[in-house]
């Protein structure tokens, strides 16, 4: 923090950028919020590694993670109210990177998604334009996501307005709480 006090007074402001994504709608909980048990120490279980086409517990841990990395950026957003130090977030939409090639859902599967895959995505330059907008925009805004607009494959990078999960005061003080306690145990 006392670094990016320092930068916010010799350049006008600072920035921390999140990189989200549009799965953190995907989010398998009752409320499609947060769920605790993905913001501690788990010994590895948390529901195993079954792979299913966007569901399952390999897919419900990655929504999660970046559902916090929105959340994050909300909470953030309302501790730093001065303006000095902007909170930001982005979602790349459907982006053509690397990302998923490890996964394997069996040829036709495959097939298809790459197929489909390869008419909607946009490239991983496009995909990389909300990060840019966040980090170098003039205008970028503190407490905003930008990305193709409604958290969608493809378009410009524009505000996303958050959902309630996003800004729920309880889930940002769990992850808060998570995050101290983390951060916490590497002091000890």
């Known amino acids: 923090m006392p670094l990016l006090e320092t930068g916010a007074a010799a350049h006008g402001e600072a920035r921390i950028v999140t990189h989200s994504s549009g799965a953190r709608d995907m989010c398998q909980t009752p409320n499609k919020g947060l769920d605790a048990k993905f913001l501690g120490k788990n010994g ?36 730093l109210k001065d303006g000095k130090i902007k909170a930001i977030s982005a979602h790349p939409g459907g982006s053509d990177t690397n990302l998923g090639d490890h996964l394997k859902f069996g040829y036709f599967t495959d097939m298809f998604m790459k197929t489909v895959f390869s008419f909607m995505a946009q490239t991983s ?20 996501l930008y990305g193709p607009k409604k958290s969608g494959i493809s378009g410009p990078a524009v505000p996303n307005p958050p959902k309630e999960y996003e800004t729920d005061p309880k889930a940002i003080e769990m992850l808060f709480k998570a995050s101290e306690e983390a951060v916490a145990s590497f002091k000890n």
């Open 44 to 79: 590895g279980k948390l529901g195993g590694d079954e792979l299913k086409l966007f569901k399952g517990p390999v897919f419900e841990r990655y929504f999660q993670s970046k559902l916090a990395n929105s959340v994050h950026m909300h909470g953030l957003h309302e501790r």
């Open 125 to 144: 330059e496009d995909g990389a334009l909300g990060l840019l907008r966040g980090m170098m925009d003039p205008e970028a805004e503190s407490g905003v």
